[in-house]
Every structure is written in C-alpha cells, then in structure tokens.
C-alpha cells in the first residue's frame, strides 16, 4: 500500500532562518512520482514540483530546495532564508506509474509559521 | 484563464439538508478530481472523472454523488448532509492521468453542517 508520512504536524521559524520539512513514504512500485504543494492561508492549493523515482538529483528552484534519497523513503524539502510569505501549509505526495492511472495520495501535511 | 473556480466559498448546512458544490474549470482538462480536507488531515479523493460522462469513486465517495455532463463542470451533491461532512472540499484538474500533470486546484469551499 501506499503512504506518505509528514511527521512535523507545526513548524515555527524565525524569519531568515533555513527549515527543513520532511517527507517519508511508503510504496512497493519501482516507478512512482513524488510532489509538494503549498498551500497559502488563502486556502489554494500551489503545486511546487514532481520528481520521478529514477531521478535523485536534489534540485534547487530559488530559495527551495528538495532532497529525494530513495535508500531512506525520503523527499525532504528546505526552504533557505525563510520568509513570512512562507507560511503555509505544504503537503508531500506520492504518485504510483503513469500505467496504473493511479491517483495521488496526499500526506497529512505541515504547517510552517515564519514569524518576522 | 480563470483556472478552477468553486461556488459557494463557505456555507452552513442543517443536518439532512442538500447542497451541490460547484465546480469549473476554463483549462479544457479532461480530468477532474473532488477532494475533501479535514483539519490537520491530508487531502482525501472522494470522486474523479477521466473526461465528460464518465465518473469514478474515489476513496470516501459514501455520502456524496458527481456528474461530468461537460468537460467544464464537476458538481459534487452531498444529499443528506451530516456532521461528518464538515470540511474544506477542493476541486482540481489535469490535463491527462497520473503524475506527468500536476493537478490545479480550486480555492476550495469550506462546508460546516450542523
């Protein structure tokens, strides 16, 4: 079965400060796909990347930053330099192989509160 | 493009009542999805469609119904409302299935039934 587990249900940084927000899944597929999405206090859900199990390279898009190690189940996600724009809450997903036709399954998610 | 839009953006319901939450999108998606998010839970599918006429439960669809007669809309009906109900529900759609198209989602609409 498939599962994705946010153990940080609240995070507060101050802002400037770096926060790491973790991710650790569960699947038996060889090929499966992994997101985050970010949603504001305005309520909408923002998607922010997809990564694919065959591809570990950690990516950096600005101040974000995503570490995907397939021998710890992970896809952790760090945001440098943290802002009050920031605060949200940010779910992880899990994806099974585009031939299964299978739907996302969510994570719990975290709430992340930078204080200024 | 408005992207996904979902009417009404907040509403109360007596237990038993009836509603249909709206949902359309202008991005020409075939697919579409309804999700329900209860406090400090993940988000869960209740329905999806794969493109007009077809509709599809997802993993908590008891208590509620779809219908996709256009690519446009997606309305969720909740028939007998009941406390259990209560949740912020969200719209979203891709252009194909699975992960190679990230989902777009709606503002969402928070329902309290009391």
């Known amino acids: 079965a498939q599962k994705v587990t946010q153990a940080q249900t609240e995070i507060s940084v101050v802002e400037k400060e770096d926060v790491t927000l973790d991710c650790v899944y569960e699947t038996r597929d060889t090929t499966y796909y992994l997101f985050w999405y970010k949603q504001p206090p305005s309520g909408e859900l923002v998607f922010l990347i997809r990564r694919n199990s065959f591809d570990e390279q950690n990516e950096i898009s600005g101040r974000y930053s995503w570490n995907f190690q397939k021998s710890t189940s992970s896809f952790n996600f760090t945001i440098t330099a943290s802002q009050v724009v920031d605060s949200a809450v940010y779910f992880c997903a899990l994806s099974g192989p585009i031939s299964r036709d299978d739907k996302i399954i969510f994570g719990k998610g975290t709430r992340l509160h930078i204080l200024p | 493009n408005a992207g996904v839009t979902q009417t009404p953006k907040f509403r109360i319901l007596k237990i038993g009542q009836s509603m249909t939450l709206q949902c359309t999108q202008d991005?020409?998606?075939?697919?579409m999805y309804w999700y329900r998010q209860d406090p400090g839970m993940g988000l869960k599918l209740i329905y999806y469609s794969v493109g007009a006429g077809i509709t599809d439960k997802g993993e908590v669809p008891n208590g509620y119904n779809v219908s996709r007669s256009t690519t446009e809309d997606f309305p969720l009906r909740l028939e007998l409302a009941a406390p259990s109900q209560t949740s912020v529900y969200f719209c979203?759609?891709?252009?194909?299935?699975?992960?190679?198209?990230?989902?777009?989602f709606g503002p969402g609409t928070r329902l309290l039934v009391l």
């Open positions: 979203a759609s891709s252009s194909t299935s699975g992960p190679l198209a990230p989902q777009y």
């Open positions: 991005m020409n998606h075939n697919y």
